[in-house]
């Protein structure tokens, strides 16, 4: 297997947990694999274990404070530097004052200027582990793409037992070797998705939406960011939270349309679907809208209202019915895209989704094939705005079942439709 790790500029930062004594061994294993190594450490960790070890197995300084390099700038210059950070132990402390874009250390200042892939190790006792404001920070970070290597159940430090001892040295560097074989799975690639609620209006100020949290779709986004691919966003309404993330800062691998309603979300598919290889449909679009939109707003003078509902326009049904098979047929005229695009658009892979409260795994494959889809994930509707639950990824022949955070569960979409492409090219010869 490729040594993913070789070459690889890690920056590793420690902070003042027991698991501290671990660490010289994991230095020790990431150089084995070839990876290059700046530690920096908070003041605190070295009450723990002594800065002389790990410089002893690290063959060079370690950094802690930012004001040594009376010339420099070792924040920024350590940022810049590395392709990716890994934080272990990473204490409470480490993870909350990250969360609140605190700044009072060389570590944590790297933190704000750092953009690439972070991975935090936390290592606690248990009740600090499970206490409310740790596991909300924790909740943040991985919203902002953070990558949790979670800690295990155990014997801690302290002598109690529970959950909280830091992953061991091994299995974290094995996770990392997992995530970097992902990484470029998507290289070359574009990745069309649709992501939150749609608005309908019924006059200026008033609208019909759903429940949509929009977790699920910016799970994708970050998850296809992360293994390489460029993403064309079209984004309805998302919680607030759902707007911030590590990689949404002027990164060009990632474009933005904001939209409201579903003409408005169709418009833009329409638009970019083209330069699309995948494409994900993980938006919530309101199934009708109000036949005509009053221009005033409506006035309350009767106890009842009758709107008239029309439906809305089926934007996974004619990426998938009129896009992907109109353009492959050869009895169909060619006018969406050119004669040049044709092999190109039968590569166009398409997933969606499919929320339902009964039968679920017959009605989400009837929609598969009906549809004309690649791969369709059943859900139930306790799915909505929940962090984590149970999915069915469905294709023509199999079902698998898979439960987990929505993070998770993106990057196993993702690797899987990425697989059938690989296949595809393949029995192309
Ligand atoms: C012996 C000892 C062990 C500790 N172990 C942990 C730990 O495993 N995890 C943690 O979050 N805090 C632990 N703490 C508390 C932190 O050291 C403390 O919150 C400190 O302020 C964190 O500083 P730092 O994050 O800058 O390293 C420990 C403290 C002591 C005295």
């Given at each position: 297997m490729k040594n993913f790790l070789k070459n690889k500029k890690v920056l590793l930062g420690i902070?003042?947990?027991?698991?501290?004594?671990?660490?010289?061994?994991?230095?020790?294993?990431?150089s084995k694999k070839g990876a290059e190594i700046e530690v920096v450490a908070t003041k605190n960790a070295l009450k723990l274990i002594d800065v002389k070890e790990i410089e002893k197995v690290l063959n060079?300084?370690?950094?802690?404070?930012?004001?040594?390099?009376?010339?420099?700038y070792p924040h920024i210059d350590l940022a810049k530097w590395a392709d990716l950070i890994l934080l272990a132990p990473a204490t409470a402390n480490l993870i909350g004052k990250i969360c609140s874009g605190l700044a009072d250390d060389l570590l944590t200042t790297i933190m704000l200027v750092f953009q690439g892939n972070v991975f935090v190790a936390p290592a606690m006792n248990f009740r600090m582990w499970n206490n409310?404001?740790?596991?909300?920070?924790?909740?943040?970070?991985?919203?902002?793409?953070?990558?949790?290597?979670?800690?295990?159940?155990?014997?801690?430090?302290?002598?109690?037992?529970?959950?909280g001892r830091m992953m061991e040295v091994a299995d974290i560097v094995f996770n990392i070797e997992k995530f970097l074989t992902n990484k470029n799975l998507l290289v070359g690639k574009t990745i069309l998705i649709t992501v939150g609620a749609t608005r309908?209006?019924?006059?200026?100020?008033?609208?019909?939406?759903?429940?949509?949290?929009?977790?699920?779709?910016?799970a994708l986004v970050k998850a296809a960011v992360s293994m390489g691919g460029k993403v064309i966003l079209i984004r309805g309404q998302c919680l607030r939270e759902m707007y911030s993330g590590a990689f949404v800062r002027g990164d060009d691998q990632l474009k933005i349309f904001n939209v409201e309603s579903g003409e408005e979300m169709f418009e833009a598919v329409k638009a970019n679907i083209d330069q699309a290889d995948i494409f994900i449909s993980a938006a919530a679009i309101c199934d009708f809208k109000p036949e005509k939109i009053s221009k005033q707003k409506i006035k309350k003078k009767n106890e009842i209202l009758n709107i008239?509902?029309?439906?809305?326009?089926?934007?996974?049904?004619?990426?998938g019915r009129k896009c992907k098979i109109k353009n492959t047929s050869p009895t169909c005229p060619n006018d969406l895209f050119g004669q040049k695009d044709l092999f190109w658009r039968e590569k166009l892979k398409i997933i969606g989704f499919a929320l339902e409260s009964e039968?679920?795994?017959?009605?989400?494959?009837?929609?598969?094939?009906?549809?004309?889809?690649?791969?369709?994930?059943?859900?139930?509707?306790?799915?909505?705005g929940a962090q984590e639950g149970e999915f069915w990824f469905i294709d023509k022949t199999t079902e698998i079942f898979k439960k987990g955070r929505k993070e998770d569960i993106a990057i196993e979409i993702l690797k899987k439709i990425s697989q059938q492409s690989i296949d595809f090219l393949e029995n192309k010869g």
């Open positions: 902070s003042s947990s027991i698991a501290v004594v671990k660490i010289p061994k994991l230095i020790e294993i990431l060079k300084k370690v950094w802690i404070d930012m004001f040594d390099d009376k010339k420099g409310f404001f740790v596991q909300e920070n924790l909740n943040k970070l991985i919203e902002t793409q953070f990558k949790i290597l979670e800690p295990q159940e155990g014997k801690l430090a302290c002598g109690e037992e529970g959950m309908e209006y019924l006059d200026p100020v008033r609208f019909i939406s759903n429940g949509s949290s929009g977790k699920m779709g910016m008239k509902f029309q439906k809305t326009v089926d934007i996974l049904e004619w990426v039968n679920l795994i017959e009605n989400a494959r009837k929609k598969l094939l009906f549809k004309n889809l690649d791969m369709i994930i059943a859900n139930q509707p306790e799915n909505i």
